[in-house]
């Protein structure tokens, strides 16, 4: 009896959670807020000859009310007794909130909620580290050299990571690795193969 509830219980968590990623499917962030490749190509050339201004990027429609709708009646289907339950409830809120932040573009109240989902740049990367704003600091100053080509920064939550294409590039990262050690959940590393950004 025990191992048939467990059994039900486990399927009622797939079901939930495949029913969270085809709601999740459409809201991509950075895709959506990523500026036109023209525009970021003047805004670099500008600033590289000195001419630090910001540009002035198309308004951007966001269409997630659908997407809103399924979240939100998924919420009541959580079981918050259930540890499972209760992680999935909190990343549909999480997606909830990115939906919000999205539709706010362009206004002042798009960075407040931004820094309620993802802190400001002042704020620590864990207890006691460096800063969000130092860390970046130190892994732009990493020489363009140390990086492979192909390759992108990126957060993984498993630092398993070889050198053997570049034998010198932990050396060159041990001042960034000092702000964000490797077995910290968000540490950044250089990606073996190129990644794909949302």
């Not at 009622?12 to 490749?37: F, G, N, Y």
């Not at 709708?69 to 549909?92: E, I, K, V």
């Not at 802190?119 to 970046?136: E, F, I, Y």
Request: overall charge positive; charged content about 20%.
């Amino acid at each position: 009896m025990q191992a048939d509830n467990q059994s039900a219980r486990l399927d009622r968590v797939r079901e939930l959670d495949k029913a969270l990623a085809k709601q999740a499917r459409k809201i991509r962030i950075l895709s959506t807020l990523a500026w036109p490749l023209g525009l970021e190509q003047v805004f670099l050339a500008n600033w590289r000859s000195g001419l630090r201004t910001l540009p002035n990027p198309p308004s951007i429609e966001v269409h997630l009310s659908p997407q809103r709708a399924g979240l939100l009646a998924l919420l009541g289907r959580f079981d918050p007794a259930d540890p499972l339950h209760a992680y999935m409830a909190r990343t549909t809120q999480i997606y909830l909130d990115a939906i919000g932040m999205l539709e706010l573009t362009g206004t002042l109240a798009f960075t407040e909620r931004s820094i309620a989902i993802y802190g400001k740049p002042t704020d620590r990367v864990h207890p006691g580290s460096p800063t969000h704003l130092t860390a970046a600091q130190a892994f732009l100053d990493i020489p363009s050299d140390a990086l492979p080509r192909g390759r992108s920064p990126v957060c993984r939550n498993r630092v398993q990571q070889t050198y053997a294409w570049n034998p010198q590039l932990p050396a060159r990262l041990r001042k960034y690795s000092a702000c964000c050690p490797v077995d910290s959940p968000s540490a950044v590393i250089v990606a073996s193969r190129p990644c794909s950004t949302h």
